[in-house]
Structure formats: C-alpha cells, structure tokens
C-alpha cells in the first residue's frame, strides 16, 4: 500500500506565493510519475503539474510561468512551488502517484493523498 500526505496549503492573498509537498510512503514495485492535481468547487478535477522518475515535467495551460514542480533526492517527496497566486488557484490541491502496483501488473495505478486547501484571497 502507498501513503500520500500533502502539507503546505493556507490562505494567500493574490499575487503571493505557496509551497506544496508531498511525502510518499509504502511500497510500490515501480514508480512512474507523481504530480498535482486540483479541484474547485463545482468543478471537475484537473492536473496542475506532473514530474516522472526520469525529471520530465509538464504543467497545466494555466499555471505554466508561474508554478513548478520538483522533487527530492528520491521520488518519495515532490514539491510544488506557486507563484503569483490568483484566486481562480483556489481549490484542494491533491497529490498524485502512479507506478505499478505488483509484479504482474500490466499498466500503472494511480494513488491520491487526502488534499490541502489554497485559497486565495483578493
């Protein structure tokens, strides 16, 4: 089984900054990628940034210039870095990781820590 806990969420006046991590624990046969995603209010959840075990990253339309993601010496923490915060950021940042969960899995799962709450005032 794989752990997510995200910490790092708060209230933000516009154009500040926030920094989110993510500590993965558990086990995992192989890990592929971990990311951000999101979810505001009446909306459907969207990804913000991803980063996959070899460094490649990708982010969302809306946040590129402006947010970026990174992790530590291994895969098991991964960061995400806000800057110039907007409200239209507001929502419940979630944790992703995907990677093969057994030996004889044929593709990757995806596991999700609980959330932590951005909000950004104006």
């Known amino acids: 089984q794989v752990q997510l806990v995200e910490s790092g969420g708060g209230l933000v006046q516009a154009g500040g900054s926030l920094t989110l991590s993510c500590l993965a624990s558990?086990?995992?046969?192989?890990?592929?990628?971990m990311g951000w995603y999101r979810q505001a209010p009446g909306k459907e959840r969207e990804l913000v940034a991803t980063i996959t075990s070899g460094g490649s990253t990708d982010y969302a339309d809306s946040v590129k210039d402006r947010f970026t993601i990174s992790r530590g010496d291994t895969m098991n923490m991964v960061y995400l870095q806000m800057h110039s915060l907007k409200p239209e950021d507001t929502a419940v940042y979630y944790c992703?990781?995907?990677?093969?969960?057994?030996?004889?899995?044929?593709?990757?799962?995806?596991?999700w820590g609980q959330g932590t709450q951005v909000t950004v005032s104006s």
């Open positions: 992703n990781l995907r990677g093969y969960s057994t030996f004889y899995d044929l593709g990757t799962d995806d596991y």
């Open positions: 558990g086990s995992i046969f192989s890990l592929t990628a």
